[in-house]
């Protein structure tokens, strides 16, 4: 452990006058390690970055289990598990098929395919994490085909670190991985909560735990002979269930997710080598698959699954980049002499290019997705939209809202109250269920123009935003339409723009919550109200929304 010391004090260096710079200038920090990588490439040796890599992708690999929740993806599920699959025989087969052109024997042609087919829930997850954090559905999307994607790819590095590629060692290795995985299955159902108990209401015992499961698992993966990082998804899993403290215990990871974020990236960019012409040849074909073919069977499959096709394409985005397990893969391949150089090289190279393409796909998503609609047929299943969707078209004066939580909820069931006609927009899966209980409801995406004409907003009384998403609102403003419009903006400064564009009253729940608490406290200091008071009713309000949830 000591011989790792020097490699890492190095990388926090140097990664850290890079980042002093890059910050300032407003560049990502993952091009920046890579680049870092690239840099130190000459002072670290192979073996030493081997291990390095490994460490950092299984403790990464582990937070990504943790934040992982299943529970979440029930409405797109079968959608991404179809687009997964696709993605693992369209594009798996292709490029498998490619090897056994270029002459690659079959071994090296899986690793070859893996590299083309699988994507990266690391580099995918810190890219969409607005998304995902928001709940938006193509957040989802990429979390779920990524999930789906991962179990395969576990079954795969199982199976390709096998001693022996016979019936009985290939058995022997999935057996094991089988065991771990149903150890942790175990613990999420029936132990962690007892663990949580035991520690109190002391996040720093929670964070031990959790600590002590990662090395726990990470043990029993190395006693059987399999990749460390099957043990730590397999940790990641055994805490994925919800508890009352899992927020702290997240934030606590955080600092450790940028630590080995750091050395995992590094690694990466200090295996890169100058390429042989085969291994540019190689690279050439996986880095057009990836960035160019991928993504388009991902739009086409989410289209004829009925999604618009702005969710389909920032989706895409999300997914076109190398995996780390293709990764670890190819590294496990390499310490075992499995992996031609050529076929090395060209995935680590891509690897670290498609980190990079693909923060700029989605740091330029927008621009990317318009693009796109220009150049490509890109054209929703409508009939599978339409099929989710209820409107009248003789409408007029009614109001249309845009986003179905609470308070979408809450103003839809206000306007019935009132005997106003609504239609609700909503294109969250989940969401979209529960506004069918209105007569006029639409399955689509509020950036889409279709979605406004079906809901006839020329004639509209009133649109209600009440999603913060600035693409939504900016479309909105762009209606031509008689109707107020109200919009939402987690920013003061933004609803200020808002207001000036057009909008008629935007909502900030910031500014909302603070008048609200100004009030109370108004009521509690002139004795209108008791505290005891405010608190029933801010329990009961409480007990509401959880039900809500």
């Known amino acids: 452990m000591v011989e790792l010391l020097t490699p890492l004090a190095a990388i926090f260096i140097v990664a850290a006058i890079f980042l002093v710079f890059a910050t300032r200038l407003g560049i990502p920090a993952v091009p920046i390690y890579i680049i870092v990588g690239v840099i130190l490439a000459p002072f670290i040796p ?25 529970g979440r993806f029930r409405a797109v599920a079968r959608d991404s598990e179809h687009v997964a699959a696709l993605q693992v025989l369209l594009i798996g087969s292709l490029v498998f098929g490619l090897g056994l052109v270029f002459e690659l024997d079959t071994l090296n042609a899986i690793y070859f395919a893996s590299a083309a087919a699988l994507s990266s829930s690391l580099v995918g997850r810190e890219l969409a994490v607005h998304d995902i954090r928001r709940n938006l559905i193509q957040g989802r999307l990429i979390s779920s085909i990524h999930f789906a994607q991962d179990l395969f790819a576990v079954v795969l590095i199982l199976v390709l670190s096998a001693d022996l590629f016979t019936p009985d060692g290939i058995a022997l290795k999935l057996g094991y991985g089988v065991v771990i995985l149903l150890v942790a299955a175990l613990v999420r159902v029936y132990l962690f909560d007892i663990l949580v108990s035991l520690s109190g209401e002391s996040d720093e015992l929670i964070i031990l735990t959790g600590v002590a499961l990662l090395l726990g698992f990470i043990s029993l993966a190395e006693l ?15 805490i994925t269930r919800e508890f009352p403290d899992k927020l702290a215990f997240e934030a606590g990871l955080e600092s450790f997710d940028d630590f080995f974020a750091a050395v995992f990236f590094v690694t990466v960019g200090s295996l890169i080598t100058v390429p042989t012409p085969r291994a540019l040849l190689f690279a050439g074909v996986l880095l057009f698959v990836i960035v160019v073919l991928k993504p388009l069977v991902t739009i086409y499959a989410l289209l004829y699954q009925g999604y618009e096709t702005r969710t389909a394409s920032l989706t895409s985005f999300g997914l076109d980049q190398v995996s780390e397990f293709a990764l670890i893969i190819a590294i496990q391949a390499l310490i075992l002499e499995r992996i031609q150089p050529d076929v090395f090289e060209a995935i680590i190279l891509v690897a670290a290019l498609t980190m990079i393409t693909s923060t700029a ?18 054209e929703s299943t409508h009939s599978k939209l339409n099929s989710r969707s209820s409107v009248d078209s ?17 103003a839809a069931q206000t306007c019935e109250d009132e005997d106003q006609p609504v239609i609700v927009v909503e294109h969250d899966p989940d969401r979209h269920e529960l506004a069918t209980t209105h007569e006029n409801h639409i399955f689509g995406d509020a950036v889409s123009s279709e979605t406004w004409e079906r809901a006839n907003a020329d004639e509209a009384q009133l649109i209600l935003s009440t999603v913060s998403d600035r693409q939504v609102s900016s479309q909105i403003l762009g209606l031509k339409t008689e109707a107020d419009v109200i919009l939402r903006s987690d920013r003061v400064d933004e609803a200020g723009e808002m207001l000036e564009a057009g909008a008629d009253y935007v909502i900030v729940p910031d500014f909302l919550a603070s008048e609200q608490l100004l009030e109370k406290i108004r009521m509690v200091l002139t004795e209108d109200a008791s505290l005891e008071e405010l608190r029933s009713r801010n329990k009961r309000r409480l007990h509401e929304d959880l039900e809500f949830r």
């Open 361 to 378: 796909t989605r740091q330029y998503s927008e621009p990317l997705y318009r693009v796109l609609m220009r150049v490509l047929p890109l």
């Open 394 to 410: 003789s409408l007029k004066d009614h109001v249309i809202i845009v986003g179905y939580g609470r308070l979408g909820t809450l």
């Open 46 to 70: 192979q073996g030493t970055t081997l291990e390095l890599a490994q460490w950092g992708v299984a403790f990464l690999v582990f937070t990504f289990g943790v934040e992982v929740e299943p």
């Open 224 to 238: 059987t002979g399999i990749s460390i990082v099957v043990g730590a998804f397999a940790a990641g899993l055994a």
